[in-house]
């Protein structure tokens, strides 16, 4: 701010001046000294009237202005509810599948083996095609892009990944997997493991696992043995008759015959036995005293097949008459 003074004050000093002139004039007359103090009441009320215009006419500190900043334009910040700032979407598959892991977007379940069964014997070197066959049992679309990924085990394809459908797959429906592959060239027993891998590079798995496909390579199977029925051998027993009488101390005579259609004559293996005595030999004939009683006599013969088979007579033994 700029202060504008006024000029009443130099005025004032130009009519004292003018006054005491006038007065230095004059003679000592009493009307001069009635002049004289007539002048100096003029000269005490002007120079009173300077004092008050000079007072009311000098700035004061007062009238120094001040800067007052203007209010600033920043909001205060109150308190409340932190607003929730929505995350910004990437771009990924429908379903975000952890690399590795079995998801519900997609996974495979296990129909059934179409070519090559487990232990499939296979020659050295041969080339042969698996086949597999997989329903979808997620909820995605299998569609061109999806592969079968070599996963570990013996590597026999050409390659370890094979786009394997031209067709979307769509969920609850099957697919058949096939891969050419060529037997290793030493014998042996080999495996190999595969996985599937989606559209946008996640692998998933086939029952949570892999599938695989396992051959024996020029490994020569023992052949099994056609066995033909096996008849059972005949026995006769020729002596004694059955509910022959003898007396203690007669020696007994047991002879048999036994056939059998695939070992021939069984004769000599005739086992004997008495319920009494027991064991009484082995043998075509043999002799032997049997002691008082009833006895049951049995011959047995078996085949080399194990075909079994008894024939019985009863023996009665008493005591001599008196």
């Given at each position: 701010?700029?202060?504008?003074?006024?000029?009443?004050?130099?005025?004032?000093?130009?009519?004292?001046?003018?006054?005491?002139?006038?007065?230095?004039?004059?003679?000592?007359?009493?009307?001069?000294?009635?002049?004289?103090?007539?002048?100096?009441?003029?000269?005490?009320?002007?120079?009173?009237?300077?004092?008050?215009?000079?007072?009311?006419?000098?700035?004061?500190?007062?009238?120094?202005?001040?800067?007052?900043?203007?209010?600033?334009?920043?909001?205060?910040?109150?308190?409340?509810?932190?607003?929730?700032?929505?995350?910004?979407?990437?771009?990924?598959?429908?379903?975000?599948?952890?690399?590795?892991?079995?998801?519900?977007?997609?996974?495979?379940?296990?129909?059934?083996?179409?070519?090559?069964?487990?232990?499939?014997?296979?020659?050295?070197?041969?080339?042969?095609?698996?086949?597999?066959?997989?329903?979808?049992?997620?909820?995605?679309?299998?569609?061109?892009?999806?592969?079968?990924?070599?996963?570990?085990?013996?590597?026999?394809?050409?390659?370890?990944?094979?786009?394997?459908?031209?067709?979307?797959?769509?969920?609850?429906?099957?697919?058949?997997?096939?891969?050419?592959?060529?037997?290793?060239?030493?014998?042996?027993?080999?495996?190999?493991?595969?996985?599937?891998?989606?559209?946008?590079?996640?692998?998933?798995?086939?029952?949570?696992?892999?599938?695989?496909?396992?051959?024996?390579?020029?490994?020569?199977?023992?052949?099994?043995?056609?066995?033909q029925p096996n008849d059972p051998p005949?026995?006769?027993?020729?002596?004694?008759?059955?509910?022959?009488?003898?007396?203690?101390?007669?020696?007994?005579?047991?002879?048999?015959?036994?056939?059998?259609?695939?070992?021939?004559?069984?004769?000599?293996?005739?086992?004997?036995?008495?319920?009494?005595?027991?064991?009484?030999?082995?043998?075509?004939?043999?002799?032997?005293?049997?002691?008082?009683?009833?006895?049951?006599?049995?011959?047995?013969?078996?085949?080399?097949?194990?075909?079994?088979?008894?024939?019985?007579?009863?023996?009665?033994?008493?005591?001599?008459?008196?």
């Amino acid at each position: 701010m700029k202060i504008t003074r006024k000029t009443t004050l130099p005025a004032l000093l130009i009519s004292i001046l003018l006054i005491l002139s006038l007065s230095a004039c004059g003679g000592g007359s009493e009307n001069e000294q009635d002049e004289n103090l007539a002048v100096t009441q003029v000269v005490e009320t002007a120079m009173a009237a300077i004092t008050q215009t000079a007072a009311a006419q000098s700035p004061t500190p007062n009238n120094t202005p001040t800067f007052t900043p203007a209010p600033s334009s920043t909001p205060t910040a109150t308190s409340g509810p932190t607003p929730t700032v929505p995350a910004i979407p990437t771009q990924t598959s429908v379903f975000q599948q952890p690399s590795s892991e079995t998801s519900t977007c997609d996974i495979g379940g296990f129909i059934s083996d179409v070519t090559i069964p487990d232990g499939t014997q296979i020659a050295i070197g041969s080339t042969f095609t698996k086949t597999w066959k997989i329903e979808n049992i997620g909820t995605c679309t299998w569609n061109k892009n999806y592969q079968i990924v070599f996963n570990g085990g013996t590597q026999m394809a050409d390659d370890v990944a094979y786009r394997f459908t031209d067709e979307d797959i769509e969920p609850g429906e099957t697919v058949e997997v096939s891969i050419d592959m060529t037997a290793p060239g030493t014998a042996g027993t080999y495996t190999s493991y595969w996985v599937f891998k989606n559209d946008v590079g996640q692998i998933f798995y086939v029952d949570g696992g892999s599938i695989y496909v396992e051959i024996a390579v020029g490994i020569t199977p023992t052949p099994t043995a056609t066995l033909q029925p096996n008849d059972p051998p005949t026995i006769v027993i020729n002596t004694p008759a059955d509910e022959a009488i003898f007396t203690t101390g007669d020696t007994i005579t047991f002879s048999g015959t036994a056939e059998d259609p695939e070992d021939g004559d069984l004769s000599n293996s005739i086992e004997w036995r008495s319920d009494i005595d027991g064991l009484l030999g082995t043998a075509a004939s043999l002799n032997f005293e049997l002691s008082e009683g009833e006895h049951t006599i049995t011959a047995t013969v078996k085949d080399t097949r194990g075909a079994t088979v008894k024939a019985t007579i009863t023996v009665y033994v008493e005591a001599p008459s008196p």
